[in-house]
Each structure stands twice: as C-alpha cells, then as structure tokens.
C-alpha cells in the first residue's frame, strides 16, 4: 500500500503545482537550464506530504519543492522569447548518494517552460528515478526520463530508458495533453476571480473543468468551491483560502480518487505575511497568481496531505545574456 500511496502522491503533487503538457520526436537540445535566463527573483515552495486517518498523521512520505520563474528562453529556432520557468521535485526521505535506498525511494524531477504570457507550455520533462523493493517481490527500478515539446500547434515525444538506452517515441492522448497545456491560464484566472467574486462559486453542475493526468490518460474533474479559514503555516497566520473539491466528470470513463485543493492569491498571503520580499515579489506577479495551501487526495482508508511548509523568494544566480543561434 505504501508504493502505490507514495507514486499517487506525487502524480497529484505534480499535477497540481506544474502544468503537464507535450514534446519532441528527434532529441532536441537537452540543456534547460543554460537555455533560459532569469529576469526577476523567482518563489520557492516546500510541500510536506504526509499520510493520515481519522485526522491523525500517520505516516511522513517525503517532500516536494516547487519554484518558478520569469525569464527569457531560447527555443529551438533560435529566438529569445518570454518565458517562465518552473521545477518541481519530489524525494522520499533516503539518500541514494549515500548507497542505500530505502524499500521505496522515488526522487523525481520535472520541469516545465511556459508562456509568458499565457503560461501554454513549450517543453515538458520528467526525470524518474524510482526504486521499489516490496516484501516478497524482487526489487524494481525505473530510471528514465520523459520529454515532451509543443511545436506548431503539434506535440513531440520521447521516452529514453536510461538503463537500456531505449528510445520511444509513441505517445497516446496527444490531443488531451494538448488541451491540458493550454488551460492552465484560464483555470488558475478562473479560481483567482471567485476567491475574489468577480465569478459565481462553482459547483459539481457547472461546465467547468480541470483536468489531470491519471495513470496516464487525461481525465476530466468537475469542481465546486466554498471558502475555508486556518492557520498557514509558513507565515503563522490565518487566511481565508479558496475551498475546491474536486470529483471526476460525469462524461468522464473509468475511477480517480477525489481531491480538495485549498489555495489563495499570491498577493493575498504576501500581504498577510507581512514579509517585504514576498510583498514585493507579488507586486512583480500576474494579478492571478494562485499559491496552493494544502491539497487532499482521498484513499479507501483515509488521505494523503501535501500541505505547505515554506515560501520564500530565491535569487537564481546572476542573469546570464542568452544569445540567438
């Protein structure tokens, strides 16, 4: 139970705080991080992510850290266009470095570029590096990354093993994932302007949808909103959050456990924190940031939590001029 907990977890971790989208058939230039150039300071998250019952922690799974970034990307034809940049990492609590793993050690990295604006995304990767060990089973370890491009309205797409060097380049549900890249604007707009009530709540009946990625096919959610308020960690205050349950889409085939997703502007914690960084950092933001609180993902017995731990604005090292080929 604990694998499958663990590697759930972490697909709604992912799904949640980076936007998932699509890639390239032939291997692009693979060096991301030397392709984009940070213009401004950018925000770090830590999300602890623990499993309960009955309200009672039970178990601490890992941890996951979130940033992003505005900057200036150079794409594959060579123009310096816009850009942000975001990374989400997700690690179990044992060190590989050391040379001993535990029974389930997942230490993941994705990365996305997007946008700016519009936050549609050009590239997409996956760096996996799964090792599980179950009681009476033999031991697995998935080593591979993933790499998805948006290019001329299409998607490409590789999958190389790193243990085999193996290179796939099918992908299934292009036009979902496709679909899925391209509404992260709209919807983190959309749930900006209820907390605000600049929009009606929503509710299971409405037409509006989210969409995540489950077990590999992109599913649709319906959701409704109502407001909560509790103590945020990070800045040991009270906020009133944005409440959103979440539930699979009638039209939608198939089970996905349900989800609660809590989260405020960007704008609205900074100024209750008091912090003259965050604030400032804020100001520098699109007026409908959204900063997940905590997020809930329903088991048969109990829940797995992410709940924030810790915001703070990073400096990404000195700006480096990136030039056209």
């Known amino acids: 139970m604990g694998v499958i907990m663990r590697r759930r977890c972490e697909r ?13 058939a032939k291997a692009p230039n693979l060096a991301i991080p030397e392709r984009f150039t940070a213009t401004k300071a950018g925000v770090e998250l830590t ?32 123009e310096v266009v816009p850009a942000y940049y975001s990374e989400v990492r997700f690690d179990t609590r044992d060190d590989p470095a050391s040379g001993k793993r535990g029974r389930i050690s997942i230490h993941n990295k994705m ?6 604006p519009g936050l549609q995304t050009m590239i997409y990767y996956k760096d996996a590096d799964e090792y599980l060990n179950p009681f009476f089973k033999d031991p697995k370890h998935e080593y591979y990354r993933d790499y998805y491009a948006v290019k001329d309205g299409g998607i490409d797409y590789f999958k190389l093993d ?14 979902e994932l496709l679909e899925q890249s391209n509404a992260v604007a709209a919807t983190l707009r959309r749930m900006s302007n209820v907390y605000l009530g600049k929009e009606e709540k929503l509710t299971h009946a409405s037409d509006f ?26 800045i040991n205050k009270k906020l009133e959050s944005l409440r959103v349950d979440v539930s699979l ?9 349900d989800m609660t997703l809590w989260g405020v502007p960007f704008s609205e914690l900074a100024e209750t924190s008091g912090d003259s960084n965050l604030v400032e950092l804020a100001n520098q933001s699109p007026d ?19 709940h924030l731990e810790s915001i703070e604005g990073r400096s990404f090292g000195t700006p480096k001029k990136v030039a056209a080929k």
């Not at 709604?12 to 390239?24: G, K, N, P, Q």
């Not at 890992?62 to 594959?76: I, K, T």
């Open 12 to 24: 709604i971790v992912w799904a949640v705080l980076v936007v998932c989208s699509s890639a390239v």
């Open 47 to 78: 999300y602890q992510i623990s499993y309960h019952v009955l309200g009672l922690k039970l178990l601490r799974i890992g941890e996951a850290r979130s940033y992003s970034v505005q900057g200036e990307w150079l794409n594959d034809e060579g």
């Open 111 to 116: 990365v996305a570029v997007m946008s700016d």
């Open 162 to 175: 790193h243990h085999t060097g193996e290179r796939k380049t099918e992908l299934e549900n292009a036009d």
């Open 209 to 234: 949808r989210v969409y995540f990625n489950v077990a590999g096919e992109v599913k649709p959610f319906a959701a409704a909103s109502s407001r909560e308020t509790f103590k945020v960690k990070p």
């Open 249 to 257: 889409a009638p039209e939608a085939e198939g089970k996905a456990g």
């Open 288 to 306: 409908w940031s959204m900063i997940p609180l905590r997020m809930n993902y329903k088991r048969p017995v109990g829940y797995i939590r992410c």
